[in-house]
């Protein structure tokens, strides 16, 4: 109450401050995504990360490649002519100080298609550097004659991700807005109190990617992140001013003056935003678990977003309706429909309804649910690449025609770096690798294994050892990368595709190998997966009691209850369980993508079940908080469970409802950007907000509400206290 006082009589100094603050972050918003220079999907710190960071710098592999496909219907690009023309159109770049080499891809081929050809670039530039310099590689890259080129790898796709992140941004503006407008003009039936939930929403986004915009100065964040903020403060912005300004428009009618009026709203509907909003950032502190740069930079993106959503509906939002007071009614639309609207008693008489039968609804709903749950039992991860990406884009085309035509698993092997204690091209060092490297080879799941020695003929470690004395063979080796120093590479080919579950259990059996003397560090794009699920595995457990335990704890103070708090996060983990469900039905067995205009990659993006149950368990406490609380106002004025039940539902049913309905707009509108992790994101929490505000707030809820009757409320005297 005081709060709502204070806010009004600072009114016009609340609202000008937090004006300037967002014309100031606006201006950096357009220039964010370029900003942004890494995908975030590694595992700093692990063996495989380790590995990589060893073959750059001891072995001298490149720091960064790109891959430039070639097709053409009438040429033979196999032939000797058509690889000379294709080298010769890279003489601009290869002139380029900063291109280590340029050469014929030699991965052996699937298929004998004499239309396709491709060239590896290899450049001196980490991954950063080589995004500054892409526009003007591209530029220096000819085209041959008769032929289409496509540029593949991780900075082309990188590239393409940022100019996809503009173009999602450009559509949920252009589209997502409009529209989200559209509908709070229905819901609210006047134009000023449909502009301010609107204006809290934008707001939150221009606020947190202008402070992700100086935060880029000093640390390395995701190009995924600016769509998930953009996602996440649209909704949850217009999602809390909502019930403010609906609880505002309610006491204008009761309280003797706007003041008042803006305070009753700041008490009641203000509180439960603050309650809710924790339950959310509880969600995404959770995210700090998973020790991988990508999930800390979307929980960096949604707790600065949440947060500036809460602080917005808290003191901008109450400013501007003690600014605009009795105004918030004028400039009608849709008079007949908000009549109707407002003398409906749909929600009583749903309630009413539920609780005649509220064991059998409970099940069948439940049964539905826990149903929908069962594909993530059969549910595959991978980590994307250009997949990410629409099949228009060209590095996924790149990547595309490289994966139908060229054996995957010998361009994505599994690398070793092995680290001897005198020099490799020493005998008794030669001896140890060959050890080892047999013990490999006889490893099940083993395609190949090459090593130095293998390139030499696969002689004797004293016959190696004589070759390696003469200068042109150890030179060679230095320039292919297979030695250096006290260090080795060993290529390790599986006989399965590199993202499936038995290439990576043959990664666990090499790390398990007895080196004996030797140091190994075992790296790649399996090995990559296999530290990034790893660290998923061991932070899982404890997020999920982070999440359930402080959220259960918060709801416990909110609404002194134990079993209300207790149902709240069963409901949740159905319709999370649900939503994931669908997410794995769509991405990873292929169902409804062309109605979506998705693709289906085949398996699930290592990232999403996280995400997902951080950012869903939190939204979904929403309509929970919103819900109970009003329950509770009319339990404690009655004392009848199940008479608050029913008007608790009347008084909210619509509103939240109105609250989904904006939500499943917003977040709806995201299922049709560029980039398929934004795209699965938009799914689950579609699925999980019209589960949650249909068939579990409205139908699960008021069931057991009547089941558990007086018990909802029963709480230990020193949690009720006097």
Same mark, same amino acid.
């Given at each position: 109450?005081?709060?709502?006082?204070?806010?009004?009589?600072?009114?016009?100094?609340?609202?000008?401050?937090?004006?300037?603050?967002?014309?100031?972050?606006?201006?950096?918003?357009?220039?964010?995504?370029?900003?942004?220079?890494?995908?975030?999907?590694?595992?700093?710190?692990?063996?495989?990360?380790?590995?990589?960071?060893?073959?750059?710098?001891?072995?001298?592999?490149?720091?960064?490649?790109?891959?430039?496909?070639?097709?053409?219907?009438?040429?033979?690009?196999?032939?000797?002519?058509?690889?000379?023309?294709?080298?010769?159109?890279?003489?601009?770049?290869?002139?380029?100080?900063?291109?280590?080499?340029?050469?014929?891809?030699?991965?052996?081929?699937?298929?004998?298609?004499?239309?396709?050809?491709?060239?590896?670039?290899?450049?001196?530039?980490?991954?950063?550097?080589?995004?500054?310099?892409?526009?003007?590689?591209?530029?220096?890259?000819?085209?041959?004659?008769?032929?289409?080129?496509?540029?593949?790898?991780?900075?082309?796709?990188?590239?393409?991700?940022?100019?996809?992140?503009?173009?999602?941004?450009?559509?949920?503006?252009?589209?997502?807005?409009?529209?989200?407008?559209?509908?709070?003009?229905?819901?609210?039936?006047?134009?000023?109190?449909?502009?301010?939930?609107?204006?809290?929403?934008?707001?939150?986004?221009?606020?947190?990617?202008?402070?992700?915009?100086?935060?880029?100065?000093?640390?390395?964040?995701?190009?995924?992140?600016?769509?998930?903020?953009?996602?996440?403060?649209?909704?949850?912005?217009?999602?809390?001013?909502?019930?403010?300004?609906?609880?505002?428009?309610?006491?204008?009618?009761?309280?003797?003056?706007?003041?008042?009026?803006?305070?009753?709203?700041?008490?009641?509907?203000?509180?439960?935003?603050?309650?809710?909003?924790?339950?959310?950032?509880?969600?995404?502190?959770?995210?700090?678990?998973?020790?991988?740069?990508?999930?800390?930079?979307?929980?960096?993106?949604?707790?600065?977003?949440?947060?500036?959503?809460? =602080?917005?509906?808290? $003191? *901008? !939002?109450? #400013? /501007?309706?003690?600014? +605009?007071? %009795?105004?918030?009614?004028?400039?009608?639309?849709?008079?007949?429909?908000?009549?109707?609207?407002?003398?409906?008693?749909?929600?009583?008489?749903?309630?009413?309804?539920?609780?005649?039968?509220?064991?059998?609804?409970? =099940?069948?709903?439940? $049964? *539905? !649910?826990? #149903? /929908?749950?069962?594909? +993530?039992? %059969?549910?595959?991860?991978?980590?994307?690449?250009?997949?990410?990406?629409?099949?228009?884009?060209?590095?996924?085309?790149?990547?595309?025609?490289?994966?139908?035509?060229?054996?995957?698993?010998?361009?994505?092997?599994?690398?070793?770096?092995?680290?001897?204690?005198?020099?490799?091209?020493?005998?008794?060092?030669?001896?140890?690798?060959?050890?080892?490297?047999?013990?490999?080879?006889?490893?099940?799941?083993?395609?190949?294994?090459?090593?130095?020695?293998?390139?030499?003929?696969?002689?004797?470690?004293?016959?190696?050892?004589?070759?390696?004395?003469?200068?042109?063979?150890?030179?060679?080796?230095?320039?292919?990368?297979?030695?250096?120093?006290?260090?080795?590479?060993?290529?390790?080919?599986?006989?399965?595709?590199?993202?499936?579950?038995?290439?990576?259990?043959?990664?666990?059996?090499?790390?398990?190998?007895?080196?004996?003397?030797?140091?190994?560090?075992?790296?790649?794009?399996?090995?990559?997966?296999?530290?990034?699920?790893?660290?998923?595995?061991?932070?899982?457990?404890?997020?999920?009691?982070?999440?359930?335990?402080?959220?259960?704890?918060?709801?416990?103070?909110?609404?002194?209850?134990?079993?209300?708090?207790?149902?709240?996060?069963?409901?949740?983990?159905?319709?999370?369980?649900?939503?994931?469900?669908?997410?794995?039905?769509?991405?990873?067995?292929?169902?409804?993508?062309?109605?979506?205009?998705?693709?289906?990659?085949?398996?699930?993006?290592?990232?999403?079940?996280?995400?997902?149950?951080?950012?869903?368990?939190?939204?979904?406490?929403?309509?929970?908080?919103?819900?109970?609380?009003?329950?509770?106002?009319?339990?404690?004025?009655?004392?009848?469970?199940?008479?608050?039940?029913?008007?608790?539902?009347?008084?909210?049913?619509?509103?939240?409802?109105?609250?989904?309905?904006?939500?499943?707009?917003?977040?709806?509108?995201?299922?049709?950007?560029?980039?398929?992790?934004?795209?699965?994101?938009?799914?689950?929490?579609?699925?999980?907000?019209?589960?949650?505000?249909?068939?579990?707030?409205?139908?699960?809820?008021?069931?057991?509400?009547?089941?558990?009757?007086?018990?909802?409320?029963?709480?230990?005297?020193?949690?009720?206290?006097?």
């Amino acid at each position: 109450w005081r709060w709502g006082i204070r806010m009004y009589r600072l009114r016009w100094a609340v609202t000008i401050f937090w004006v300037l603050l967002f014309i100031v972050s606006a201006f950096f918003v357009p220039r964010l995504p370029d900003r942004l220079k890494d995908s975030g999907l590694t595992a700093k710190g692990s063996e495989s990360d380790h590995g990589f960071s060893l073959m750059k710098k001891e072995l001298g592999t490149s720091l960064s490649t790109i891959t430039v496909v070639y097709t053409s219907h009438d040429i033979d690009l196999t032939s000797v002519q058509a690889k000379k023309d294709i080298l010769q159109s890279l003489d601009k770049l290869k002139k380029q100080n900063y291109v280590e080499n340029i050469h014929i891809n030699s991965t052996p081929r699937l298929k004998e298609d004499k239309g396709i050809q491709s060239v590896v670039v290899e450049l001196k530039l980490k991954n950063q550097e080589a995004l500054n310099h892409f526009r003007e590689i591209k530029g220096l890259m000819g085209k041959p004659k008769g032929m289409k080129t496509f540029v593949d790898g991780e900075i082309a796709t990188i590239h393409e991700v940022q100019q996809a992140t503009k173009q999602d941004m450009a559509h949920s503006e252009k589209i997502g807005l409009p529209i989200a407008l559209l509908v709070l003009l229905f819901i609210f039936g006047t134009v000023w109190a449909a502009i301010l939930p609107l204006l809290v929403g934008i707001m939150s986004v221009s606020l947190t990617l202008g402070i992700t915009y100086r935060l880029t100065e000093f640390y390395s964040l995701s190009n995924f992140l600016p769509n998930i903020v953009m996602m996440l403060g649209l909704a949850i912005g217009v999602d809390y001013a909502l019930f403010l300004v609906s609880r505002f428009r309610e006491e204008l009618k009761r309280q003797q003056s706007v003041e008042e009026a803006v305070a009753m709203a700041t008490q009641t509907a203000g509180q439960s935003v603050f309650f809710s909003g924790f339950a959310v950032l509880i969600g995404m502190f959770g995210m700090l678990f998973i020790k991988l740069p990508i999930i800390y930079s979307l929980c960096l993106g949604g707790v600065l977003v949440v947060f500036s959503a809460m =602080i917005l509906s808290c $003191t *901008l !939002l109450p #400013s /501007l309706l003690g600014i +605009i007071g %009795h105004r918030i009614n004028s400039l009608k639309v849709f008079a007949r429909t908000q009549k109707r609207m407002e003398n409906s008693i749909i929600w009583e008489r749903i309630a009413l309804s539920v609780m005649k039968r509220p064991a059998v609804l409970a =099940i069948v709903i439940s $049964t *539905l !649910l826990v #149903s /929908l749950m069962l594909p +993530i039992v %059969h549910m595959k991860v991978g980590v994307p690449t250009a997949e990410v990406l629409p099949p228009s884009y060209e590095s996924r085309k790149g990547a595309e025609l490289l994966k139908e035509n060229y054996d995957v698993r010998k361009s994505n092997p599994i690398f070793i770096i092995v680290k001897t204690q005198e020099n490799v091209t020493e005998a008794s060092s030669i001896r140890s690798i060959k050890k080892y490297e047999d013990k490999i080879h006889r490893l099940p799941g083993v395609l190949s294994v090459q090593s130095f020695i293998d390139v030499l003929g696969n002689r004797t470690p004293e016959e190696t050892f004589q070759l390696l004395k003469l200068k042109g063979t150890h030179d060679r080796m230095i320039n292919e990368s297979l030695l250096r120093g006290n260090f080795a590479l060993l290529t390790v080919v599986p006989l399965s595709q590199p993202n499936s579950a038995e290439a990576s259990n043959l990664v666990h059996q090499i790390r398990n190998v007895s080196a004996n003397n030797l140091g190994t560090y075992v790296t790649g794009q399996t090995a990559l997966l296999v530290d990034m699920m790893d660290r998923i595995n061991s932070g899982l457990p404890l997020l999920m009691m982070f999440i359930i335990s402080v959220t259960y704890v918060i709801l416990l103070y909110a609404f002194r209850s134990v079993l209300i708090p207790l149902k709240a996060v069963m409901m949740n983990v159905l319709s999370l369980g649900a939503s994931l469900g669908i997410v794995v039905i769509v991405f990873q067995y292929g169902w409804l993508t062309g109605f979506l205009n998705i693709t289906s990659t085949g398996y699930v993006s290592i990232i999403m079940p996280v995400t997902i149950f951080c950012i869903v368990f939190g939204i979904s406490m929403d309509y929970e908080v919103f819900l109970i609380s009003r329950i509770k106002e009319e339990y404690d004025r009655s004392g009848d469970n199940e008479k608050s039940t029913a008007t608790g539902l009347q008084k909210t049913g619509r509103l939240i409802s109105s609250a989904a309905l904006i939500l499943l707009v917003v977040v709806g509108s995201f299922i049709f950007t560029n980039i398929e992790i934004t795209k699965a994101l938009g799914v689950g929490l579609f699925c999980a907000i019209f589960i949650d505000a249909t068939l579990i707030r409205i139908i699960v809820v008021p069931a057991l509400m009547k089941l558990l009757g007086p018990a909802n409320w029963w709480a230990p005297r020193w949690i009720v206290g006097k």
